[in-house]
């Protein structure tokens, strides 16, 4: 994001790119198998020993995602319709060439001969489809359907990593102030991911006060953009480098947008801030952006308003390496947000501090849990640093 005052420090996230002012019938769930040294193969489940490294068998599982499922994984929509209907469509490919979806690793990538099938089916499907808006639309809910299979059995619904290593039971829960909202707005490959750090706001917040948005999943963009409607263009900000607007600062921001002295006088009454972070690649950011911005412009007749934060390096740089050391997580832009909203003098007394520090705590314990886990599995917890001419 861009600032106005003097000397602004920028941030950036390859991440989440900021610019900163600082779920019996499911084939016996997954048949998660020891790793070994074979290719990829088409397997069948009557053969589970031919599995390669990290595959999983979904066989004889519901055909469609139910309500319960898909909100326990942090979403509060309905169940998107297009992704319950690709579901259905693998599930029928499965019976019509006789053989069971297989998922290698951990991001619901399809694999063996069903893979290839699927490839030729989807990819004539997309090209059939009208507009850019339908091949969206198609593309997010494909990729979210398949994440969806992949996972289940295999990851926790809370915390979204393997379930020998699941840390919700050391993330303690904290209520955000409810006249603050925040939105993350996902890109559909980083849902499910292990090392994604947008999951840590629900996790302390809870799915109504921080809120999942899936690009391209209608249900949710809709859910989302209905609250935004109410709240009004002036409540809202997006937390993103906007190159062709002046940011604002979070001081300067929110002191013209609110009512502040009458906050400090009743914390029960007046509007609610909207803030979306958008949780995506710094590749992926752009159209997300974009999109945001052409729907604002639909609703409002202007762009979104865009803040600068001020904050510093995430944990999570060492495992999972940014461009530069100025660049962050969402979990940290979400800091930064919550302690510049804090230094606002009328609003230092609602606690945004401490909720700060919530998410820091949560962050830690992801950090701790991925490195746990790579040592275990014998891999390097200091990954090879990127672009190391970015950084200062």
């Not at 809120?211 to 391209?216: D, E, P, Q, R, Y």
């Not at 300067?252 to 007046?270: F, H, I, K, P």
Request: with cysteine.
């Amino acid at each position: 994001m861009l600032v106005s005052t003097p000397t602004p420090r920028l941030l950036f996230s390859s991440k989440t790119p900021f610019l900163f002012h600082s779920q019996q019938n499911f084939c016996n769930s997954f048949n998660k198998t020891t790793r070994s040294h074979m290719g990829t193969k088409p397997f069948s489940s009557k053969n589970p020993s031919l599995l390669p490294t990290d595959a999983h068998i979904i066989a004889d599982a519901e055909p469609s995602i139910s309500l319960q499922e898909w909100q326990d994984w942090g979403t509060i929509s309905p169940v998107p319709s297009m992704v319950n209907q690709i579901i259905q469509d693998l599930r029928l490919l499965e019976k019509d060439i006789g053989t069971c979806m297989t998922f290698d690793g951990n991001h619901g990538k399809l694999t063996g001969g069903f893979k290839v099938q699927e490839d030729k089916k989807h990819r004539a499907k997309y090209a059939s489809l009208g507009n850019s808006e339908e091949k969206l639309q198609f593309f997010s809910a494909r990729q979210i359907a398949c994440r969806l299979l992949g996972s289940r059995g295999y990851l926790c619904q809370k915390c979204w990593l393997p379930q020998e290593d699941c840390m919700c039971s050391r993330v303690t829960m904290c209520s955000l102030w409810h006249r603050v909202r925040i939105w993350l707005y996902m890109h559909p490959k980083d849902f499910l991911r292990q090392n994604n750090t947008g999951k840590l706001l629900w996790q302390v917040f809870g799915v109504q006060a921080a809120s999942l948005c899936l690009f391209g999943i209608a249900e949710h963009e809709e859910m989302m953009w209905n609250e935004l409607n109410h709240a009004g263009r002036n409540m809202v900000w997006c937390l993103y480098p906007n190159k062709n607007a002046v940011t604002e600062s979070v001081r300067d921001t929110v002191g013209c947008a609110v009512n502040l002295e009458s906050q400090a006088v009743s914390a029960n009454e007046g509007d609610t801030m909207h803030f979306i972070l958008i949780d995506g690649t710094w590749s992926n950011s752009g159209a997300m952006f974009r999109r945001l911005q052409d729907r604002a412009e639909l609703e409002w007749g202007q762009e979104l308003r865009c803040i600068s934060l001020n904050t510093g390096v995430s944990l999570m740089h060492k495992l999972r390496p940014q461009p530069s050391w100025d660049r962050t997580c969402t979990a940290a832009a979400a800091i930064g947000l919550l302690y510049e909203l804090q230094l606002v003098p009328e609003l230092s007394s609602f606690g945004l501090d401490k909720q700060a520090e919530a998410i820091e705590n949560a962050l830690e314990v992801l950090l701790e849990a991925l490195t746990g886990r790579r040592l275990r599995m014998g891999r390097s917890i200091s990954r090879r640093e990127r672009h190391n001419r970015d950084i200062c």
